[in-house]
């Protein structure tokens, strides 16, 4: 079975550029979480959706979105990109929501570079 | 509010010594805590995860961690280091409840034969 699935695994952007990161979780899973890591640091919660809607979202502003697709894929935007948007992309899919009862699996993440 | 965080951001063993991680957490509610590794350009695999039931939580490659309440705390042991646990790991609290995660700023594990 193939796991979390993110594409693409790297890509270079100029300041000011949109960007779209895309997720296909595990088969039969509903819910799509991601999440940012800045170098040196732990994951930071952006939005989870499950069953195509907005379960959840961290603090960031609204330059970032996302949505979630019927058959469970995700997408994340990010507009009018800044240098501090330079990160690992990772995304997690789950079979529900709760992070106690239904584990996350993470897939590999999209480097984002911001030049 | 929660918030994890994680004392050393590099940790040197010997092969075959204790790999001991610390992690002490910050939570207004019961919490549920995780450990998860990552290895190079690589995404997060959970190690073990504590929800409430036995405070002490065997986790895969021979990892356990103990919940102690009294000291907030949520540390990572392996009785004996090998070369293959040179990581990253990373500690994580979520409410109960919660659908998503707060994760310590992690600890680099090196192991040297």
């Known amino acids: 079975d193939a796991g979390v699935t993110q594409s693409p695994t790297h890509l270079i952007k100029t300041r000011g550029q949109h960007v779209t990161l895309r997720c296909s979780p595990i088969?039969?899973?509903?819910?799509v979480s991601w999440y940012q890591q800045v170098l040196g640091q732990g994951p930071q919660f952006i939005f989870q959706?499950?069953?195509?809607?907005?379960?959840g979202r961290g603090n960031f502003p609204d330059r970032f979105s996302a949505r979630q697709f019927p058959n469970y894929s995700s997408e994340l935007n990010v507009n009018a990109l800044l240098l501090g948007d330079s990160a690992l992309y990772l995304c997690?899919?789950?079979?529900?929501?709760?992070?106690?009862?239904?584990?996350?699996?993470f897939g590999s993440g999209t480097r984002l570079t911001v030049v | 509010a929660q918030s994890v965080t994680q004392l050393g951001s590099h940790v040197s063993v010997s092969e075959g010594a204790l790999v001991l991680l610390r992690c002490n957490y910050s939570?207004?509610?019961?919490?549920?805590l995780f450990w998860y590794v990552q290895y190079p350009n690589q995404g997060l695999q959970l190690l073990l995860k504590y929800t409430s039931a036995a405070t002490l939580v065997k986790g895969i490659n021979g990892f356990e961690a103990e919940f102690k309440k009294s000291e907030t705390s949520f540390h990572l042991t392996k009785p004996s280091a090998h070369m293959s646990d040179a990581a990253e790991y990373f500690c994580?609290?979520?409410?109960?409840?919660?659908?998503?995660?707060?994760f310590g700023t992690g600890t680099r594990l090196t192991v040297i034969p």
């Open positions: 088969s039969g899973h509903k819910s």
């Open positions: 997690a899919s789950s079979s529900g929501t709760g992070t106690a009862n239904y584990g996350y699996t």
């Open positions: 959706y499950y069953e195509k809607e907005e379960r």
């Open positions: 939570s207004s509610v019961p919490p549920y």
């Open positions: 994580a609290v979520s409410e109960t409840g919660a659908n998503n995660l707060f």
